[in-house]
């Protein structure tokens, strides 16, 4: 399920850890490359996929976001999120920014592999 930004409450009741993974991009698709190198950081976590409750992406770029694109960034982000978790999109716009992008990932109430192999 994909929510707006209006379901920030449901950060307020979220316990336990995050991780804010971020990418950057420049050129053709960049929005999207730029989500995927933030979910390689996210591997770099060790977050067990399909495990995140929520997942916000903040988008940051000199421009607007077409509907596309962000069902593109849904689509990459979506491995690590839970079943019956949210995907919040935000962007921020800065109109004296370059061509580059950027896309931040924060994953809330998740499970990751901890030593020994065992998820935490």
């Known amino acids: 399920m994909y929510a707006s930004l209006a379901d920030y409450e449901l950060l307020q009741g979220l316990r336990g850890p995050m991780v804010i993974a971020n990418g950057r991009a420049e050129g053709e698709d960049q929005i999207t490359v730029a989500a995927r190198r933030a979910v390689q950081e ?55 920014q370059d061509d580059e992008v950027r896309v931040y990932v924060t994953a809330l109430g998740f499970c990751r592999v901890v030593s020994g192999g065992e998820a935490g």
Not at 43 to 58: D, H, K, N, Y
Not at 72 to 93: K, T
């Open 42 to 96: 996210l591997e770099r976590g060790s977050i067990i996929p399909r495990t995140a409750r929520v997942l916000l992406v903040t988008v940051h770029s000199p421009w607007g976001v077409p509907i596309d694109t962000l069902r593109d960034v849904a689509r990459v982000v979506e491995p690590y999120l839970r079943h019956d978790g949210i995907v919040l999109f935000d962007q921020a716009m800065d109109g004296n």
